[in-house]
Structures are given as C-alpha cells and as structure tokens.
C-alpha cells in the first residue's frame, strides 16, 4: 500500500525568508503523481504544485519550488520569500497512474506540516 | 473561473439521523471524489464515481454510506444513521480528463464540517 510520510508536524519561518517542507512516500509504482496542498484557516483546499513521476525536471509556481528525488522517493517542497499568506497547513499528496477508463485514482496524504510565517 | 461548492457548510445532527451532503462539481469534469478529514488529522479518500458508479470506495466507506449523483449536476454523500465519529469536514472534488492545465487535477471545493451530537 502507498503511504505518504510528513516528518515536520509544525515549522515557522521568518517573513522573507526561505523555508523547506519534507515529504517522502513509499510505492512500488513507476509512474505516479505527487501534490502539495494547501490549507489555510478557512480549510480550504488549495493546489499548491504538482509533480508527475515520469518528468526529471522540478516542478516550480512562483514562489513554489519542489525537489523530487525519485530513486529516494522524496518530494520535498520549498517556499521562497515567504509571505503572511503562506501561513497554513501544508499536505504532501501521492495519486496511482490515470486508470484509462476508469478511475483516475485516489489522493492519498501525509498528515501535514503547520507552518506559521512570522512577521 | 469555475470552482467546486457544497452546500450546507455546517451541519448539526444527532446520533443515528440521516444526513445528505451535496456537492456541484465543476461543469465539464467527469470524476467525483469524496474525502473528510477528522479534526486535527490527515484527509482520507472516501469514494470515487465514474460514469454514474462508484469506481474506488476505502474500507471507511461501509454500508452506512451511498453517494448519488441525481442529475446532471450535483453529486451527493449521504450517511445514513450518523455515528459521534463520523464529525468530520467533507470534502468534494472533481476532476476532468483531456484539459491540460487540469489532468490529474483534483479541485476540491470548501468542504462541509459536520457536527453529530
């Protein structure tokens, strides 16, 4: 079964600084795709970036950066210049390969990492 | 820009009532998830529905649940005889196959918390 590991319950990062979330996870699948959510006070659910297992190059949004180590199944995100927005929970989320008509899989998350942005 | 929402946002109920949660998903997508998440825990996958069946469920999802998707827009979890642990946010989210900037995209919508007494 895939499971996705958040080691950093809680982190805090100064306001303009860079701050990294881990996130590793366990398959035996090749081709999969990993997330990081967001999820602010409201509870919302927000995309935050997305990886597709089969790319070699880092996904990146912006400020958003990931570093994907495939062979060491790990997928950690970075936030640079971070803001008071920023302030959040934040999932790391793993999804099986697009079953062709059927399914296109379940997420399957960590348990999330608190950051708290400080001013 | 299109969104997912449910409706209601909160809702109370007693212990073994019936509750019915409802979800638009975006227009044009063509799968549907359903998630909750526990206060203070990691969000759990319910079900997913495909061409108007059911095409994952996990073990938490048991007889108690059913989702529907009654008409050509909304799509419905209903528990059947609530239990003090199913309080919870609910999660909607869908997501469509051939649009670029969403394949494999899951859009969630802003969840309905519920509360059973």
């Known amino acids: 079964a895939q499971t996705v590991t958040q080691s950093q319950p809680e982190m805090s990062v100064q306001e303009a600084e860079t701050v990294t979330l881990s996130c590793t996870y366990d398959?035996?699948?090749?081709?999969?795709?990993l997330f990081w959510y967001k999820q602010p006070p409201s509870r919302q659910m927000i995309l935050v970036i997305r990886?597709?297992?089969?790319?070699?190059q880092n996904a990146t949004e912006n400020r958003f950066s990931v570093n994907f180590q495939k062979a060491a199944k790990s997928f950690s995100l970075k936030i640079s210049d971070s803001q008071l927005g920023d302030t959040a929970m934040y999932f790391c989320?793993?999804?099986?390969?697009?079953?062709?008509?059927?399914?296109?899989?379940?997420?399957?998350f960590g348990k999330g990492t608190k950051l708290s942005v400080k001013p | 820009e299109p969104e997912v929402t449910q409706t209601p946002s909160h809702q109370v109920t007693q212990m073994g009532q019936e509750v019915i949660l409802r979800c638009v998903p975006i227009?044009?997508?063509?799968?549907f998830y359903w998630y909750r998440q526990i206060l203070g825990q990691k969000v759990e996958f319910l079900v997913s529905?495909?061409?108007?069946?059911?095409?994952?469920k996990s073990e938490i999802f048991d007889d108690q649940f059913s989702v529907e998707r009654p008409d050509g827009s909304n799509f419905t979890l209903k528990i059947r005889s609530t239990k003090l642990e199913d309080s919870a946010m609910y999660f909607c989210?869908?997501?469509?196959?051939?649009?670029?900037?969403?394949?494999?995209?899951?859009?969630f919508g802003p969840g309905t918390r519920l509360t059973v007494l």
């Open positions: 989210a869908s997501s469509g196959l051939g649009v670029r900037s969403s394949y494999n995209e899951q859009f």
């Open positions: 398959t035996s699948e090749n081709n999969y795709y």
């Open positions: 990886q597709e297992a089969y790319k070699q």
């Open positions: 989320a793993f999804m099986p390969t697009l079953n062709y008509g059927g399914s296109q899989g379940n997420l399957i």
């Open positions: 227009s044009n997508h063509l799968y």
């Open positions: 529905f495909y061409n108007n069946e059911i095409s994952e």
